[in-house]
Structure formats: structure tokens, C-alpha cells
């Protein structure tokens, strides 16, 4: 008789350590327990139930429980909680939530994979209510579905029926706020998304996040930054400035907690991010019991710090170390970099390892640079922009992280950081680093590529840079800004300050340009004023610099805090192309 393995939770974690231990054993006795009715679902495809993009909630259940037996003869119990590890026994307690019967199941290895729970504070008034909803399983966004979608909504507790849903407020700017506010706005809904931060989408810089509200607002989603929920009504809610906001229906999205309650019961340790400690198999402080997925806490290969980091390809191969280990395969733990991609209606967005925020925050020294080339060779059709921010150790050349936003295929770019980062790359393999090139896919120098040299350039010394949040300060304070761009496009809009001496002009103009006071150079993404900054440097000036991300840049950075105050604007008009 083989090992008897027992998994609590049957999602990303519990279900990959259940077909891994299969693949080794096929003498293992198996068993998962799941509280919902549904084991192995993709969570990351939930929100695309609501646009349609995926029609019908069935589909987005994986494998189940007559599958997992036939395919894998792997035991799938569905609605059955473990409310009770009894670690001396090694057994644990069941209880099926159907008939409430209680009962006992011994193990010789326990998997605990219970996942996180949506965070709900109680402080706020209405969070109970009817109308408000999360989403963690299929269960969650199948009631949120049919609530938003039905023409008359009779609510528990209540004497009146609620008309139509027309208004939903997402709370919280995370990855399931965002998608689940793009898909309800994909489907009709007038949809206000709610941020208590001044950004959205924190595993990317404030530079860039501007790019992502832009395209929120574009596409009519009512954004709110700087400000939380106070109050939820059957019609509207109240945030803590005092507004008011309509909404039939409330998506909670601010977060999630470990789910540990389980684990603490059973004198498991937690760790010091709150999640269940373990060691680098994934072993707790429990010889036979071993946790994997969004509970638990993780090693950060770059800050060497613990985090928690809840998705699911991590998830995924902590649950195959975790089974190797039992099995005696070795395994070497490299920790996490925090890798992850979003789709934001029509912009994609990707990063990787550290924002500039969060190095400093981790007490690095470092810089970035912050480049817009075009995605493709810009001949063929489909071409556009892509923002792309590296960020780098100063003077290692160390390659802490990076960030890119577009149209096109910013997931394959942040692959190739999110490697060089795994490995320990530099500045210098990153511009050495031989990728595929086709027009239709690429340019012969890759965004990577392209976004090496310009920081080694920086590094050594080459040129001297701002940033893009710098040039609001320098138009009001009346700094020396050349636009280098040509003259039709100066037209078109520019800096309110801005000189125009177009770079096929500026050997013959430099004498316009002074050399006492500091000069800022841009174009529309940074190319053309960079050979002008280089073209007055070999000439002997020694007081320019160049401006990061240019015309282009500076417009999404601006656009939309001048849309939602009354700030006076540093542009005559924007260019987003």
C-alpha cells in the first residue's frame, strides 16, 4: 500500500500537487478536499464571464470530480471543509457542508493549499448587504453575473424590489479589480472603479500606471483615486471624502488575506508577512505537513526578503517542488521575482522584479530608464509604441526589474527581463542578449535590447537625463526646454515653454541655444533628443540633458491628473501616437 495523501484545497495548488504526486506514485492513495463545489476552475478567466468573453460559467471549471478519478484516480471531494488538523493522530476532521456530517480521514502527508480570502472590513457600513459581492470561484461570479444582469432584483430582508442594474462600483485597483470593471464595462454597465492609493495596478510605477487610468477613462470607467468606501446603500455608496457615488451593486477587490485559520489552529507557524511559514520544500514547521500557493510566505530572490505573492504560476511549482521533496527529488529553490501580465481594454501592461518604488523601498541604489520604441518595425501594419521602464543597480548594472505597457506583445519583453533577473543578469547581457527578429514581430534592436544601451549610456556616464515627473517643474519654472522635433509636429503640440529647433537644424542654431543655464532636450520618445544632446555635448556644452520619455511620455504622464483637477497645463495639446 502506497502513501496516503491528503490536499486541502482543490484550485492551482492542491490540484498540482495532487497530479504530481500521481505522476510519481501510482500506488498513492489521493484525496483532495475542496469547500466549494468546484476543484481545478480558472480563477484568472473569472471576470471574462461577465463581458461574455467567456459565455458560460461551466466552462470555466477545468476538471471535475468523475475526471480527477477516471484520468488521474485521484478522489476530488467538493463542498467538504477540513475544520481540524489533529497532528498527533496525523488525521484530520471533515465536514461535509451539504449534511453537516463530521468525520475523520489519517494521512501519512498533508498538503495544505487553502488559498486567500477576499478582505472584507467590517467597519463599513452595508458591507453585508446584498449587493455586494467578491470574486474567488465560480460560485462568486456566477451570483455577481446573474445579480447585474437580471431586469428586477427582490432583495432579502427588504419590502422593495431594486430596478435594473445600471451602476456598479468596484472597490480596489488590483488585477481583479481592474478586469472585472473592464469586463462590466464591456457589457453596458456604467462602472466607477474605486482606489484608495493614487494609482492603480501597484506592481507598476506612478510614471506608468498614467498610461493604464488614460485608457480607463477613455473607455468611460469613472476612476477614482485617493479615496476608500465608507458606506454601501442599495443605490449608491459613500466614500470617505463625502462623494457619492451611484451603484446598484458593489465588487469588493481591495485585496486578500491568507487563508491560515486552519494552520494556526493546528500550532502551525506563521511567518513574519502573516502567510504560513515554511522552508524552501515547502515543509512547515510540521515534518508531514507542507503548504503551498497563496497562504503561505515566500523568499524574494531579488530583496532576499519574505513576501506573499498570490498567483498562480508560482503556486504551481511550489506544488511540484513540494511533492518532489516527498518523493526525495531534489529541488533548488530560486524564490520569487513577481512576475505578472493584465490586459486594460485595449492596453497590455507586464512587469517584472522590482518597480523604482519598490528598490528604494528595499534600500537599493539604482536608476532607470525609461524608453518608448515602436513594438514592431514601424512599415508593418499594427505597429505602436511600447513603454518600457528598466530599472537597474548603480554601479553593478544589475538588472532589478522592469515594466511595459503597449498594444502589443509586452508579455514576450517582460519574459526576457524576467530571465535575465532569475539569472543574475546585467546591463550588459541584457544588450547582448540575441532575440528573434521578423517585421511583423519585432525590430532588429528589441525594446530590450534598445532599453539596455540606453542605460548603459546612463550608467557610463554618456548623457545626463530627467524624468518624466520632473517636467512639470522645470515649465514652471520657466527652465530652458528644446523641442527638437521638426516643425509641423512643434505645431501640432508641445510644451507651453517649449524652444522648437528641429534636429535637422541644430548644428546651425546651436548658437541659440545658451550655455550658462541648464538645457532640457526632448523629441517625441527620446531618440532624436538624445543624438541633439550628444550632437551639444561633443561641441562642448556641458549643460544639457535629456528629457526621459519626451513629448510622448509627458503626455500620458499629465493627461489624466489634468483631466480630474484644475491644474493648469504644461501642454498646448496631447499626442498619444
Do not use: W
Not at 486541502?8 to 498513492?28: C, F, K, L, Q, T
Not at 471576470?47 to 476538471?63: C, K, Q
Not at 453537516?100 to 494521512?107: C, D, I, L, M
Not at 506544488?319 to 521533496?325: E, L
Amino acid at each position: 500500500m502506497g502513501k496516503r495523501v491528503l490536499i486541502v484545497g482543490g484550485v492551482a495548488g492542491g490540484a498540482s500537487v495532487a497530479a504530481r504526486v500521481r505522476r510519481i506514485d501510482e500506488s498513492a492513495e489521493v484525496i483532495m478536499f475542496e469547500r466549494g463545489p468546484n476543484v481545478s476552475f480558472s480563477n484568472c478567466c473569472l471576470p471574462y464571464h461577465l463581458s461574455g468573453a467567456v459565455p458560460n460559467s461551466e466552462d470555466l471549471v477545468l476538471m471535475d470530480p468523475v475526471v480527477f478519478k477516471n484520468q488521474y484516480n485521484i478522489e476530488a471531494r467538493v463542498l467538504t471543509e477540513v475544520v481540524k488538523i489533529n497532528r498527533e493522530e496525523k488525521t484530520i476532521d471533515v465536514k461535509e457542508l451539504d449534511t453537516g456530517k463530521v468525520y475523520t480521514e489519517k494521512y501519512d502527508k498533508l498538503f495544505l493549499s487553502p488559498g486567500a480570502n477576499p478582505i472584507l472590513p467590517k467597519s463599513i457600513e452595508g458591507i453585508d448587504g446584498p449587493n455586494v459581492f467578491v470574486v474567488r470561484n465560480v460560485v462568486d461570479i456566477d451570483k455577481l453575473n446573474k445579480f447585474v444582469k437580471s431586469k428586477v432584483k427582490a432583495l432579502s430582508n427588504m419590502d422593495v424590489d431594486m430596478a435594473e442594474v445600471n451602476d456598479v462600483a468596484v472597490i480596489g485597483g488590483g488585477f481583479i479589480g481592474v478586469e472585472v470593471a473592464e469586463n462590466l464595462k464591456e457589457a453596458g454597465f456604467n462602472v466607477t472603479l474605486v482606489e484608495a492609493m493614487d494609482q492603480i495596478m501597484a506592481p507598476f510605477d506612478y510614471d506608468m500606471a498614467q498610461i493604464f487610468h488614460k485608457e480607463m477613462m477613455d473607455h468611460g470607467v469613472n476612476l477614482i483615486l485617493n479615496d476608500g468606501l465608507k458606506k454601501i446603500g442599495p443605490e449608491s455608496i459613500e466614500l470617505n471624502s463625502g462623494k457619492t457615488v451611484k451603484a446598484q451593486a458593489v465588487v469588493m477587490a481591495i485585496g486578500v488575506r491568507p487563508e491560515v485559520t486552519l494552520a494556526v489552529d493546528a500550532g502551525l507557524e506563521l511567518g513574519e508577512t502573516g502567510g504560513i511559514l515554511v522552508d524552501h520544500n515547502y515543509l512547515t514547521n510540521d515534518k508531514d505537513i507542507y503548504a503551498v500557493g497563496d497562504a503561505i510566505e515566500t523568499f524574494h530572490k531579488i530583496t532576499h526578503q519574505k513576501t506573499r505573492l498570490p498567483l498562480a504560476g508560482p503556486a504551481q511549482r511550489q506544488a511540484r517542488a513540494a511533492a518532489d521533496h516527498m518523493y526525495g527529488k531534489p529541488h533548488r529553490n530560486t524564490g520569487v521575482v513577481g512576475s505578472s501580465c493584465v490586459k486594460i481594454f485595449n492596453m497590455n501592461g507586464a512587469s517584472t522584479g522590482l518597480t523604482a518604488k519598490a528598490a528604494e523601498k528595499a534600500g537599493f541604489k539604482y536608476d532607470f530608464v525609461y524608453v518608448i520604441p515602436g513594438d514592431k518595425v514601424g512599415l508593418m501594419p499594427g505597429a505602436n509604441p511600447m513603454h518600457f521602464k528598466l530599472v537597474y543597480e548603480v554601479p553593478t548594472g544589475k538588472i532589478l526589474g522592469a515594466q511595459a505597457i503597449g498594444k502589443g506583445n509586452v508579455d514576450k519583453r517582460i519574459d526576457v527581463i524576467a530571465t535575465m533577473v532569475m539569472l543574475g543578469g546585467t546591463l550588459e547581457d541584457l544588450k547582448e542578449m540575441e532575440l528573434c527578429y521578423a517585421p511583423p514581430f519585432g525590430t532588429a534592436k528589441d525594446v530590450t535590447n534598445h532599453a539596455a544601451l540606453v542605460a548603459l549610456n546612463l550608467l557610463n556616464g554618456d548623457f545626463e537625463q530627467v524624468k518624466v515627473d520632473e517636467v512639470r517643474g522645470l515649465v514652471e519654472s520657466n527652465a530652458f526646454i528644446v523641442d527638437v522635433r521638426e516643425k509641423r509636429e512643434f505645431e501640432a503640440g508641445h510644451l507651453v515653454n517649449a524652444v522648437n529647433i528641429p534636429l535637422s537644424e541644430i548644428r546651425g542654431r546651436m548658437d541659440e541655444i545658451p550655455r550658462d543655464v541648464p538645457v532640457y532636450l526632448h523629441c517625441r520618445s527620446s531618440q532624436r533628443s538624445y543624438n541633439a544632446l550628444m550632437a551639444l555635448n561633443n561641441s562642448g556644452y556641458t549643460n544639457a540633458k535629456n528629457i526621459s520619455g519626451s513629448y510622448l511620455g509627458i503626455c500620458y504622464f499629465e493627461y489624466f491628473n489634468d483631466q480630474t483637477t484644475d491644474r493648469e497645463k504644461i501642454v498646448t495639446k496631447y499626442n498619444f501616437n
